[in-house]
């Protein structure tokens, strides 16, 4: 008996070594709370991937914008990594995926990224008290459930939108008046040719390797034709056998047809040579973005702001919004890793990017629009007051963030096909890429 008696109680007091230890009620899980402590001893280091930093301009804010972070966060120090764009989203699921060491992430607010949305923290309890800083597209396009008020996983560093330049000393040289932007479609045509008869390229586009050029266009005029029901691109409520897209189609045709669009739009890519053509001061007009590249400040400071003229878009005689100004809401963002050790830190790391002087340095560098309401905006620029308006009162979707990502490549090859190289007729175009569209919605 006696032996059993002592063999019960060295079970119980292993097992009682073994139970945790309670104070107050409270759990006490000594080993881990060491452990936990020795983790955050001395400053905590944020890993920052980034497919920007090696650029020139952006890199060079980035690095002064972290300088400034750390100077006011001394207990933070950011290791801040370019990485190649071509690669980004296939690097970033191995990485996620093997749970690697990266606490945040630059992201494009499109497919790509929310294909990953798992992996990212929702923000909402970081930025109670600057949520509304950010403008509500701006949180809708970051939004996994598409809230301005919940579920926000990425914040914004540009608000992305598309729209017509025009080079306001070609413009005089063809007999127009610069200070009247030619928005009905019958003005627009009737500046094209002045501008053909002037010998200067009516309109600069560049459509090698992908139909950037034509696609942009498609975007502007749709915003015009369609309004707030290019949101139905997600779910098959709007189609590309829709009027809307037919004479938008006609109306991109029609220019071709006449010889506006530069010979060689079709040998030469958008990016970069396209958008240099247009900073040469060669065409008339030139459908560009409102923020990162190709740009408001991207013009003017190559042609002089006083030479450069805006307007969303083209508006053809059918069109029911004449005002309507695309934009993306978010272009570009930065998301937290949700198993990063330290989401506090980098969500604060994350704001800071985001607004005030921070946002303001990488805005006076790059020409980007964050949409942040504490930044201050130069009053005295004309041109990008005039963008800025359009993109806050007089917003429309953007219809390739509708439409499924697994579509775009191939809606690409068939631009091509139909309006440069005129393989396909018109009808088998509209009904090829409304094929395209319906075989890869959910």
């Known amino acids: 008996m006696k032996k059993h008696k002592w063999f019960l109680l060295a079970v ?64 933070i120090k950011i290791d801040h990594i370019a990485q190649p764009e071509t690669t980004y989203y296939e690097m970033l699921m191995a990485t996620f995926t093997a749970e690697t060491d990266v606490d945040v992430v630059l992201l494009h607010t499109d497919n790509r990224a929310w294909n990953m949305v798992d992996f990212y923290a929702v923000l909402d309890s970081y930025i109670q008290g600057s949520k509304d800083t950010y403008a509500p597209s701006a949180r809708i396009a970051c939004s996994a459930s598409k809230n301005a008020d919940s579920d926000i996983r990425m914040l914004p560093l540009t608000a992305q939108g598309l729209g017509m330049y025009y080079n306001k000393i070609n413009f005089e040289k063809a007999g127009l008046d ?71 189609t006609r109306m991109i045709k029609t220019l071709y047809d006449k010889g506006y669009i530069n010979v060689e739009n079709g040998s030469i890519p958008y990016f970069m040579d396209a958008i240099n053509e247009f900073k040469a001061g060669n065409g008339g007009f030139f459908c560009g973005l409102t923020s990162d590249i190709a740009h408001w400040k991207d013009f003017g400071d190559a042609l002089g702001y006083e030479n450069v003229g805006y307007f969303p878009s083209p508006v053809h005689p059918d069109a029911k919004f004449s005002d309507r100004q695309v934009n993306q809401g978010a272009g570009i963002a930065f998301a937290v890793v949700n198993y990063s050790d330290n989401v506090e830190e980098a969500a604060k790391y994350i704001s800071f990017f985001t607004s005030g002087k921070a946002g303001k340095i990488f805005m006076d560098a790059s020409g980007a629009i964050v949409p942040n309401n504490t930044i201050p905006v130069d009053e005295s620029n004309k041109m990008l007051i005039n963008i800025l308006d359009k993109m806050n009162n007089n917003a429309a979707p953007d219809y390739l963030t509708r439409v499924p990502g697994g579509m775009v490549n191939d809606f690409y090859n068939y631009l091509s096909l139909y309006f440069i190289a005129e393989e396909i007729s018109e009808g088998d175009f509209i009904q090829a890429v409304q094929k395209l569209y319906e075989n890869t919605l959910d």
Do not use: H
Not at 40 to 45: A, D, I, M, N
Not at 219 to 246: M, P
């Open 12 to 75: 119980v007091f292993i097992c009682c070594m073994a139970l945790p230890v309670f104070a107050g009620g409270k759990q006490e899980t000594v080993p881990d709370a060491v452990e936990k402590e020795e983790v955050k001893e001395g400053p905590v280091t944020l890993t920052v991937w980034d497919f920007k930093y090696a650029e020139e301009v952006t890199g060079a804010a980035f690095k002064k914008m972290d300088e400034m972070f750390m100077a006011e966060n001394p207990g």
């Open 178 to 248: 610069p200070e009247k932007a030619p928005v009905a479609w019958s003005d627009f045509l009737a500046a094209c040719e002045a501008l053909k008869n002037a010998g200067i390229p009516p309109i600069i586009l560049g459509n090698q390797g992908k139909a950037f050029g034509i696609d942009f266009m498609y975007r502007v005029i749709l915003a015009t034709l369609y309004g707030q029901r290019i949101d139905g691109f997600a779910d098959g409520s709007s189609n590309l056998t829709d009027q809307e897209f037919l004479t938008a």
